[in-house]
């Protein structure tokens, strides 16, 4: 099998072969889901343990799912009101996982780094479902799977990544998966919203929506991340839609096959306009929420496969490889 992680906690630590066969195996469950019985037993017996410290319906309902349609017990803990509000620490939080004896960990919390944390605590497979600015990886897995299955190919696109970049943890995530695929990226958005850094990864950044639009297979458009914002960053939305929002206009210098995506929740008339949004022609949108219930199937049954392999080598006396 060509997948050798113990925990999903981001993109980086993943190799091109590793999230081919991430995406693979998420083909095989679209189809799964797509049966009137939508249910096997790969996670039969296995506990998974929903744990959001930041609300988030869709990805929480995906992950939720995801288990159930997999067979295992499902449960999530309620962090709004747990003993972390009332001072408990991670390191804490941890122990007192390890005595519940659960075998999937699904995480998202608000400051980066503290799912790596987590997993360093407990004695269970971790999947991040979103830290702080720092990762999404199966956001960016769910788009990979998107993109691949509307473009015939994951590889030697054009892929703009449009809006608050500097908020973003999908950028980030995107920018990781995409550039391990070989895809020229850029990145559009004001300044302001355009952090140092970000260079590095290879992207071209570009301040002009339609330039940088010119000539792209897909089209990802990010939300305004209001709630990570500590400052003006824009001088109005009304401006911000003006200049950096997805209309026909400006979607007119994408390729006439070029794709729309967007990992919601969508600020119609802010970032994107409703009838982008709503075009069956081009707006991939939908797709991607069916597509994020595939592979987080595939990413927890391959995380289960390890940790059984794991397990089994420890009652052998041998170590994790």
Known sequence: MSFRQRHLLGIEPLSP??????????DRYVDLNRRTVKRTDVLE?????NMFFENSTRTQSSFELAGKRLGADVMNMSMQTSSVKKGETLIDTALTLNAMHPDLLVVRHPNSGAVNLLAS???CA???????????PTQALLDALTIRRKKGRIQRLTVAICGDIAHSRVARSNLILLGKMENR????????????????????VYEDMNEGLKDADVVM???LQKERMDGGFIPSEREYFHRYGLDAAKLSHARPDAIVMHPGPMNRG?????????DINRSVIQEQVEMGVAV???CMDLLAQNLRAERGRALNGETYA
């Open 17 to 26: 072969q590793e999230i081919l066969t991430i995406l693979d195996l998420a």
């Open 45 to 49: 017996g296995l506990t998974q343990i």
């Open 121 to 123: 605590k407990v004695e």
């Open 126 to 136: 971790v999947l991040n479902a979103g830290d702080g600015r720092h990762e999404h």
């Open 185 to 204: 990226i850029r990145l559009i958005g004001p300044p302001t919203l355009m952090p140092a850094g970000f260079k590095e990864f290879g992207a071209e």
């Open 221 to 223: 458009m990010l939300r």
């Open 270 to 278: 802010v970032e994107i306009d409703g009838e982008i949004a709503d």
């Open 296 to 298: 987080r199937m595939a």
